[in-house]
């Protein structure tokens, strides 16, 4: 019986090509960075791979952004233009998805990032990103909100306009068609 987080031989070709060709394409987000070694972490965690792979799938054009030295793992985030599209219409949690009396989205952004095995950016961590491009110029991403903003009902997201990241917030059972989420997952 195959893993449920398994790739198929073809999926696996594919995506690697898919991942080495965006990494030769934007080689400004991972100067210093050599492919062959990005390639025998990713072939070494088939698991990651699978996540890296439904990245794709929903969107988000992952690639990677950073090698963190303290835990020698790469760091890739969703790389997108847009928050991806199979990702939007979602609210923000669970709670927030069961307090709405009518038109319940499909799926919750927390939710949806875990039976990915991936995280939600954090602001840092989007902040980091638009260093990388021009991001969310015409769509907003839901991003890992802090306990006690959420605790009281909120959720931050954060978009790219006026040459400038804005970090807003809002109820976090609202759902929009042009706001998604940006995930992070370490290989």
Known sequence: MKNKKELLPEEYDQLLKTL??????????????????VQIKLE?????LWSLNEMEKTGGEPDVVSFDEKTNEYI???CA???PKER?????????????KEFKPKNNVIDMAAAMSIELLSEEQYRELQKLGKFDQKSSSWIKTPPEIRKLGGALFCDY???T???Y?????????????RGVLRV
């Open 169 to 181: 917030h809002n109820g976090a059972e609202s759902y929009y068609a042009a706001r998604g989420f």
């Open 20 to 37: 080495k060709n965006r990494f030769e394409k934007n080689i400004n987000r991972h100067q210093n960075m050599d492919w062959e070694k």
């Open 161 to 163: 306009r006026y040459e």
């Open 88 to 100: 939007r219409s979602f609210c923000y949690d669970r709670e927030a998805q069961e307090s709405r």
């Open 81 to 83: 233009a847009e928050s």
């Open 44 to 48: 070494a965690n088939p698991e990651k």
């Open 76 to 78: 890739f985030f969703d």
């Open 165 to 167: 990241i804005f970090v």
